[in-house]
T-cell receptor, first 118, second 116 residues
């Protein structure tokens, strides 16, 4: 059973370009989370999505950042007009639908996409 | 608002020595607590978690953690450290919502170095 797949693993962009990061959740998982890890810091929550719905985007910067999780295909985190401060590791995590005893609370993380803005 | 504090940024121990990584949380209700480990250039792997019940939880790789409500702590321990344990360790508190949505708040992490 494949884990959470993220691509690209490394992405280099120049200031002003767009970055697109993709995340395929684990099989059977329909919840996707995006986290950002700045150098020497912990992970910061950005957004939580279910298929075709953004449920919680309280951690997303107000401008330039967007996320989607379409009915078909991976979740995408899009950063427009990147700036040097966007350089970070972006982690995707997934979890299954669950209620009651099926809820484990565990998030399964991908290996991250490391964005470098020149 | 929930928050997690990991007071130690870096810790160095000798191989075979015991280890304790500290974690303090701020949360209004009974917390869901987690410890994750991140090896360099890798994603996060769950070591253990606490939801309820026994306050001493066992995890993978010989790790354990103890939930102490009175101290708002969830410290991670290992009796004998191996060189392969060198990594960064993150404590997290989760808020569980209906449908299994779990919003994790992470601490800043503790980087563990192991001397031979």
């Amino acid at each position: 059973n494949a884990g959470v797949m993220q691509n690209p693993r490394h992405l280099v962009r120049r200031r002003g370009q767009e970055a697109r990061l993709r995340c395929s959740p684990m099989k059977g998982h329909s919840h996707v989370y995006w986290y950002r890890q700045l150098p020497e810091e912990g992970l910061k929550f950005m957004v939580y999505l279910q298929k075709e719905n953004i449920i919680d985007e309280s951690g997303m910067p107000k401008e330039r950042f967007s996320a989607e999780f379409p009915k078909e295909g991976p979740s995408i985190l899009r950063i427009q007009q990147v700036v040097r401060g966007d350089s970070a590791a972006y982690f995707c995590a997934s979890s299954p639908i669950g209620t009651g005893e099926k809820i484990t609370g565990e998030l399964f993380f991908g290996e991250g996409s490391r964005l470098t803005v020149l | 608002a929930q928050s997690v504090t990991q007071p130690d940024i870096h810790i160095t121990v000798s191989e075979g020595a015991s280890l304790e990584l500290r974690c303090n949380y701020s949360y209004g209700a009974t917390p869901y607590l987690f410890w994750y480990v991140q090896s360099p250039g890798q994603g996060l792997q769950l070591l253990l978690k606490y939801f309820s019940g026994d306050t001493l939880v066992q995890g993978i790789k010989g790790f354990e953690a103890e939930f102490k409500r009175s101290q708002s702590s969830f410290n991670l321990r290992k009796p004998s450290v191996h060189w392969s344990d060198a990594a960064e360790y993150f404590c997290a508190v989760g808020t569980m919502f209906s449908g299994g949505y779990n919003k994790l708040i992470f601490g800043a992490g503790t980087r563990l170095a192991v001397h031979p």
